[in-house]
T-cell receptor, first 109, second 113 residues
Framework: AQRVTQPEKLLSVFKGAPVELKCNYS??????LFWYVQYSRQRLQLLLR??SRESIKGFTADLNKGETSFHLKKPFAQEEDSAMYYC???????????FGAGTQVVVTP | GAGVSQSPSNKVTEKGKDVELRCDPI?????LYWYRQSLGQGLEFLIY????????KSGLPSDRFSAERTGGSVSTLTIQRTQQEDSAVYLC???????????FGDGTRLSIL
């Protein structure tokens, strides 16, 4: 069965410290993984997709098929990074996304 | 419009009533999705429309839930005989096609008294 696991509900870090949000998935086929972010009082928006292999707002994420992980990392957290982050899996040719439970990130000065 | 538009933004209704939630996707987007965001269940997929194909209804939680997409554009999610567990934020998203990133609306916050 498909599953997306984000083990941390809340991640509290200091400004300037590294931050890593964990995401593990289970899927038998070739997965497509995404990170979505929801800032306070804003709509859910795409942050990263693994096929793009890009860095957005200083965040990167690498798909590790051996470990079935797609962890999100940023070397130096900023206060504006405080938000809810969701890892999502798109399976096969269908467009629907399966989301993890989300990780609330709080960056304190 | 510039983005996905959902209405109403908030809806409060009594248990047992029917509700209709509306989604206007981004112009030109052929794929449209409904999700539900609730405290206990997180973000759940409900239904997916792609062009003229039959919709993927696999995420609808019960037969009280239905959705239509008229003319390949606007979609309406209908919940009949609402229950308190239906209280959630209902999100709509659209994408150019099923392979492109999804753009989300602000959602409709539904509260069942």
């Amino acid at each position: 069965a498909q599953r997306v696991t984000q083990p941390e509900k809340l991640l509290s870090v200091f400004k300037g410290a590294p931050v890593e949000l964990k995401c593990n998935y289970s899927y038998s086929g070739s997965p497509e993984l995404f990170w979505y972010v929801q800032y306070s009082r804003q709509r859910l928006q795409l942050l990263l997709r693994h096929i793009s292999r890009e860095s957005i707002k200083g965040f990167t994420a690498d798909l590790n098929k051996g470990e079935t992980s797609f962890h999100l990392k940023k070397p130096f957290a900023q206060e504006e990074d405080s938000a809810m982050y969701y890892c999502a899996l798109k399976s096969g040719g269908w467009g629907k996304l399966q989301f993890g439970a989300g990780t609330q990130v709080v960056v304190t000065p | 419009g510039a983005g996905v538009s959902q209405s109403p933004s908030n809806k409060v209704t009594e248990k047992g009533k029917d509700v209709e939630l509306r989604c206007d996707p981004i112009s030109g987007h052929t794929a449209l999705y409904w999700y539900r965001q609730s405290l206990g269940q997180g973000l759940e997929f409900l239904i997916y429309f792609q062009g003229n194909s039959a919709p993927d209804k696999s995420g609808l939680p019960s037969d009280r839930f239905s959705a239509e997409r008229t003319g390949g554009s606007v979609s309406t999610l209908t919940i009949q005989r609402t229950q308190q567990e239906d209280s959630a934020v209902y999100l709509c998203a659209s994408s150019f096609d099923g392979n492109q990133p999804q753009h989300f609306g602000d959602g409709t916050r539904l509260s069942i008294l």
